[in-house]
T-cell receptor, first 116, second 112 residues
């Protein structure tokens, strides 16, 4: 199956700093990428949908100025958590599809963020 | 209320035993239902996918069933192995869009 990678796999940062997480589709071109957040023992929660070359669509309640998403190429999307706070500590997972409305979303391995 | 409810929330089983996980959903109109396995600290990996017309789908020791009339699905694990310890997530897709509804997962722990 298609491979999606994330970098870094885990990150620890101080409160107030910004953190960038990369999501890459390794063997296919991803027209659409999704960013999820998962708290312990909770469902994956969709944060935003990112289409290559256009602005991301954010879910209700997700601050676009705090969670900056850039999908500059067909193989890379980045999520930047700006001015991170301890409550932003979570597991961030991206997924990708090769064509819009494709049935299968391929998930990355996730990035564990801990904000001190 | 979550559109996808899973039960039990967690269970512990002995290695070699079978177990069945349940998923009830309210997503409509229905497109497909997937079961994912998520190891701790990892992203979800697809096990099975079923559409409206499919009642059962197997992937090795994993067998999923679907009753689209009652909006219920199950995942049966046969002859469990220690490596089956993970969270199993039921994910339902609505017809006509890319939006997915996720359950909270069934946390399975297999002990020797």
């Amino acid at each position: 199956g298609a491979v999606v990678s994330q970098h870094p796999s885990w990150v620890i940062c101080k409160s107030g700093t910004s953190v960038k997480i990369e999501c890459r589709s390794l063997d296919f071109q991803a027209t659409t990428m999704f960013w999820y957040r998962q708290f312990p023992k909770q469902s994956l929660m969709l944060m935003a949908t990112s289409n290559e070359g256009s602005k991301a669509t954010y879910e209700q309640g997700v601050e676009k100025d705090k969670f900056l998403i850039n999908h500059a190429s067909l193989t890379l999307s980045t999520l930047t958590v700006t001015s991170a706070h301890p409550e932003d500590s979570s597991f961030y997972i991206c997924s990708a599809v090769s064509v819009p409305m494709e049935e299968t979303q391929y998930f990355g391995p996730g990035t564990r963020l801990l904000v001190l | 209320k979550n559109q996808v409810e899973q039960s039990p929330q967690s269970l512990i089983i002995l290695e070699g035993k079978n177990c069945t996980l349940q998923c009830n959903y309210t997503v409509s109109p229905f497109s497909n239902l997937r079961w994912y396995k998520q190891d701790t600290g990892r992203g979800p990996v697809s096990l099975t996918i079923m559409t409206f017309s499919e009642n059962t789908k197997s992937n090795g020791r994993y067998t999923a069933t679907l009753d689209a009339d009652t909006k219920q699905s199950s995942l049966h694990i046969t002859a469990s192995q220690l490596s089956d310890s993970a969270s199993y997530i039921c994910v339902v897709r609505a017809y006509g869009n890319n939006r997915l509804a996720f359950g909270k997962g069934n946390q399975v722990v297999v002990i020797p």
